[in-house]
Nanobody, 126 residues
């Protein structure tokens, strides 16, 4: 059974940091890249980053580039999203997802996702 389980969300002040985790199980990790999406209230779910299994390339959208960083622990099949300099506009439910192993060379869109996690809430507020 495929499972993607996010953790690490919470309430943080503007300018603060959080690290989200995505623990993957039930599938061959070599067959899928892990991507992060987020969905703010009243908005569509949008892709923000992807970590390629082919060469370790990382892809980020412009509004998180330089602030967010993806990394991986092969030992426990977990992918992380380190988020720095958080802004109120980053408030959303964050989802990890499994998609094509190359990330198709960019941040993925929803139609390419095979599996989703349940999401974790991130709230940036003073």
């Amino acid at each position: 059974q495929v499972q993607l389980v996010e953790s690490g969300g919470g309430l943080v002040q503007p300018g603060g940091s959080l690290r989200l985790s995505c623990a993957a199980s039930g599938f061959d990790p070599r067959l899928y890249a892990i991507a992060w999406f987020r969905q703010a209230p009243g908005k569509e779910r949008e892709g923000i980053s992807c970590l390629s299994n082919y060469d370790g390339s990382r892809y980020y959208t412009d509004f998180v580039k330089g602030r967010f960083t993806m990394s991986r622990s092969n030992a426990n099949n977990t992918v992380y999203l380190r988020m720095n300099s958080l802004e109120s506009e980053d408030t959303a439910v964050y989802y990890c997802a499994a998609g094509p192993p190359s990330c198709l060379g960019r941040v993925l869109t929803r139609n390419y996702i095979s599996y989703w996690g349940q999401g974790t809430q991130v709230t940036v507020s003073s």
